[in-house]
């Protein structure tokens, strides 16, 4: 008898495990084919709700709601939200050849950042990162960086006193430094002349960084076209946008080669050349738009809120002060060498770009055929945006995220950078598709705060509050400019002449 129960006790054990395996089998094929959870949202306009206000905010709310993974419908396009490091590692590392294509807006037309994977955008990125953004090229641009931050620095010596827009006067720097990478440094002289001071364009390039960040109705029902956005962005009207850039479309057609300095960044103006050939000014208005808008909006953003952040933390800013003197002195000024030993102005901009990812959902995403995230099925065609904002104000990832504390970033086990390698801090993404131009944000904004800093003391007007209230867009704005006033804290401000 004892053989035969043994034997019985041996077939219940391999029954019950089998039948284990077999309804995990079961489950998880069923999960995977399963849609994540999420809002119903009304029938027809889905979640268009959430249209006029702040995107990411009400994304960041449902995560609280529904998980690290949800979908909501946007009219007739289907939406899913990642709000944790392990999803967003599952995108940019497991599965970025499926993942890498951004779902472009209405207005996204053909340009870098919305273009598929193919080899259009294989071709503008590799020219654009190996040209103008490598060590090489940014280096031979050094004088040209140095030159605006102390054009900028003197500009502010004369509105001692007074109020000063400081995203303006960022702006100013930023925007030319673009320009020049792109087209050469005669180009931003030929600008100068025939813009007044930059603000024209600045409206501009924000109105277009406001139209191709939003999400917009025509893009759900796309016969719909209610925010007017492709008639804004549908026409290749290069010419209101900017003199300058208008001058380059008509050298372009002159072939007016000879004008065009002779020097690494070539190889654009040969594919610009070409697209010119063919008369595809869109594609050619699209790079020009992308690379300057994608550059300016982004960093001016950043600088408004590091300065902002400091205004609120005093003790920060000065902290970040006494830094630049010690690293660069009293009787001298910046130079881009004293930068890599500015560790605690490293931290500070670090700390921001947490708080305050210039873009809170990165580029949304498509894939190109269905996938499995999280244990999901995310169909071909999804929009998924990647919640940046959610993941850096996570409890879960970071202790205390509200506060602005710069000195989480010092401690070597955190060892963080913008390289997007710890899914838990990406400010400018991961993967494939990581911001193009890094390096030059970088070295821009080290190099604007550490000479702001170094030579003035920053406070705001008499009365007045820093504002912190955000508006969404291309790049997550402040919603009202930062006015401050400003006294010198350098003796000898005559190094700057
Ligand atoms: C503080 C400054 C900046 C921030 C925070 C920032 C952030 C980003 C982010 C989050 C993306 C999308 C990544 C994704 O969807 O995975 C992006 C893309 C891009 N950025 Fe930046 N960016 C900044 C400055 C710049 C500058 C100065 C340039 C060039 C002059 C630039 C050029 C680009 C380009 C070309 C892309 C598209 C890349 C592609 O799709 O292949 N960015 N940026």
């Keep these: 008898m004892e053989p035969l129960k043994e034997l019985f006790l041996a077939a219940f054990t391999l029954s019950i495990v089998f039948l284990t395996i077999l309804w995990y089998k079961l489950a998880s094929h069923k999960k995977e084919s399963r849609l994540p959870p999420g809002p119903r949202g009304l029938p027809i306009v889905g979640f268009l709700q959430f249209l006029p206000t702040n ?134 002289e030929n600008m100068e002349k025939c813009s007044k001071d930059g603000t024209e364009f600045r409206e501009l390039v924000v109105k277009y960084g406001q139209v191709m960040g939003k999400p917009n109705i025509s893009d759900f029902f796309p016969v719909l076209d209610l925010q007017g956005i492709q008639k804004v962005m549908g026409k290749p009207n290069i010419s209101d946008f900017h003199p300058a850039i208008s001058e380059c479309v008509k050298m372009l057609s002159d072939r007016r080669e000879g004008e065009i300095q002779r020097n690494e960044k070539k190889h654009l103006i040969q594919i610009l050349l070409e697209l010119m050939e063919q008369k595809d000014i869109v594609k050619i208005k699209a790079i020009l738009v992308d690379i300057v808008i994608g550059g300016t909006d982004t960093t001016i953003t950043t600088v408004e809120w590091v ?26 000024i910046v130079e881009e060498s004293h930068l890599p030993n500015m560790h605690y102005l490293d931290v500070v901009l670090k700390e921001t770009l947490r708080l305050h990812p210039a873009l809170p959902l990165l580029l949304p995403k498509r894939p190109s055929q269905s996938a499995i995230v999280g244990g999901y099925k995310i169909p071909e065609g999804t929009k998924v945006f990647l919640n940046v904002y959610a993941i850096h104000r996570d409890p879960q990832v970071w202790e ?34 990581i911001c193009a131009g890094i390096p030059l944000a970088e070295k821009m904004l080290m190099f604007i705060f550490a000479s702001l800093l170094h030579s003035f003391d920053w406070k705001l007007p008499e009365g007045e509050n820093v504002d912190i209230s955000e508006e969404f867009g291309l790049a997550l704005k402040k919603s009202e400019r930062l006015l401050v006033i400003l006294t010198p804290s350098l003796p000898n401000l005559k190094l700057y002449q």
């Excluded at 995107?55 to 939200?81: A, D």
């Excluded at 654009?128 to 490598?134: D, G, H």
């Excluded at 300065?307 to 001298?332: D, R």
């Design 55 to 188: 995107l990411h905010h009400q994304l960041t709310k449902l995560s609280q709601q529904y998980g690290p993974i949800y979908k909501f419908w946007l009219g007739s396009k289907l939406c899913v939200v990642l709000n944790s490091p392990s999803l967003a590692k599952e995108v940019v590392c497991d599965q970025d050849s499926v993942l890498a294509n951004h779902d472009p807006p209405i207005a996204g037309l053909v340009d870098i950042g919305f273009s598929p994977c193919g080899s259009y955008w294989r071709e503008v990125r590799k020219l654009f990162l190996r040209e103008m953004l490598s060590n090489r090229n940014l280096e031979a641009c050094y004088s040209l960086r140095r030159h605006k931050v102390r054009k900028t620095i003197r500009n502010v010596h004369t509105k001692i006193g007074n109020p000063v827009d400081i995203g303006e006067l960022a702006f100013l720097a930023e925007i030319n430094v673009v320009i020049s990478i792109i087209f050469g440094s005669k180009f931003v």
């Design 400 to 433: 205390s995220p509200l506060e602005f504390q710069p000195e989480r970033f010092l401690s070597p086990s955190t060892n963080l950078d913008y390289a997007g390698n710890n899914m838990k801090y990406i400010p400018f993404g991961s993967g494939r598709r």
């Design 307 to 332: 300065m902002s952040e400091l205004l609120n933390n005093p003790e920060i800013m000065s902290k970040v002060q006494q830094e630049s003197k010690h690293v660069v002195g009293m009787n001298n």
